[in-house]
């Protein structure tokens, strides 16, 4: 009866072995391109434009470009609030009111991606809040550890320009922050979330001697890293400039850290979120999808809308689930600010301490 039984379980193996490595049929629809299949086919004529912002603008890389479409994708959206008034949300004005918005100073540097991304869309026959939205999830592809946003494409350009003061600005105290972030639909919770786009960031303007200088170790990393670095002692002014207004003590050379990172990173209302970052990879690039998601419709209804989240592509996953002491720092130097919770163990990476390089130019 055993040898009966084991050879039943070996037919039933091998069954599973062969309907495995039977191609699955891909049901969706073929495009007109004749290549590739969606569940969407409004989704088709998108996949091109995706493919050209990876290589046209982005080159590939979780790079200086792909994180300044992450940025406007932020500037645009917020221009908004849930009592009206403040713009129309994510819907391109930052590009097709470029003229106006550009000027304000929490917009500083934003230029740039403008100049690259408005040609784009005029070629492309897509619209600013399209480009805008849809290239920062194609941007987050590129990130290792980022996690895929949900996606609609379909907004209509924008038919004003937002006022000025809809965008903190890294001196603002977090009480204001909070209660701006507040007025357009965020919980304490989720501008947290939405921070996280801060681990593939740097900074141009605040201090242009010291152009590029990352947030965190790993700007071309979605990691849990600069949740880390912020709650760090600060010790060091990069470059030895400044502090530029913005700007506080970072702990290491190289990387520049906020005002207002720091704040949130220790103030009692958000310092706990912020802690429950640090070593869970998955729970930030979660609550961060979730938040983006949100964002990318702010002034928008998603039912006149569609979704092509189907058509953005899966960033790798990051190389670590949690953050990494680095070389030269101890747990002393953490300031860990959760009174609920005890600061998470983490691993301390070896050698002498390091410089962080600026972000490479694109
Ligand atoms: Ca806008
Ligand atoms: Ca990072």
């Known amino acids: ?38 569940n969407n086919l409004q989704c088709c004529r998108f996949i091109p434009v995706r493919d050209a912002l990876i290589s046209e603008i982005f080159e590939g890389q979780c790079g200086e470009n792909a994180h300044s479409t992450v940025r406007i994708a932020f500037h645009d959206a917020i221009g908004f609030s849930t009592r009206g008034g403040k713009g129309g949300g994510a819907d391109g004005s930052m590009i097709a009111f470029g003229a106006t918005e550009l000027a304000f100073a929490a917009n500083a540097g934003i230029d740039e991606i403008v100049e690259d991304l408005q040609p784009f869309a005029d070629a492309h026959g897509v619209s600013y809040g399209d480009i805008i939205q849809f290239g920062s999830s194609v941007a987050l592809s590129l990130c290792p550890g980022a996690p895929l946003v949900q996606t609609f494409v379909g907004r209509r350009n924008a038919t004003a320009p937002a006022p000025d003061g809809t965008v903190p600005d890294p001196f603002n105290p977090v009480t204001q922050i909070l209660a701006r ?5 965020f919980s304490p ?17 605040i201090e242009p001697n010291i152009a590029r200088s990352p947030f965190d170790s ?6 849990t890293q600069v949740f880390l670095e912020v709650l760090l002692k600060g010790n060091v002014l990069p470059g030895g400039l400044g502090p530029g207004e913005g700007e506080v003590l970072s702990p290491l050379e190289g990387e520049f850290r906020l005002e207002s990172d720091a704040a949130f990173a220790r103030d009692p209302r ?27 419709l702010l002034g928008q209804n998603s039912r006149q809308l569609v979704d092509c989240t189907e058509i953005i592509p899966r ?21 860990a600010s959760c009174a609920q919770s005890a600061f998470p ?18």
């Open 218 to 223: 790993t700007p071309d990393s979605f990691d």
């Open 189 to 205: 919770a989720e501008v947290i979330a939405l921070l996280a786009s801060h681990s593939i960031a740097a900074q141009d303007e």
């Open 1 to 38: 009866m055993a040898f009966t039984g084991l050879r039943a379980f070996a037919v039933i193996a091998a069954l599973a072995v062969a309907s495995n490595a039977a191609p699955a049929l891909d049901t969706r629809a073929l495009c007109p391109d004749g290549v590739n299949r969606v």
């Open 181 to 185: 972030m507040a007025d357009a639909g």
């Open 345 to 362: 163990n983490l691993q301390t990476a070896r050698g002498p301490p390091a410089t962080v390089p600026p972000v490479p130019e694109q």
């Open 270 to 296: 958000t310092a706990c979120t912020w802690q429950s970052f640090v070593a869970n990879q998955s729970l930030m690039s979660r609550q961060f999808a979730t938040a983006m998601a949100k964002l990318g």
């Open 315 to 335: 960033a790798k996953p990051a190389t670590r689930t949690a953050a990494i002491i680095p070389a030269g720092k101890t747990r002393q130097d953490i300031e």
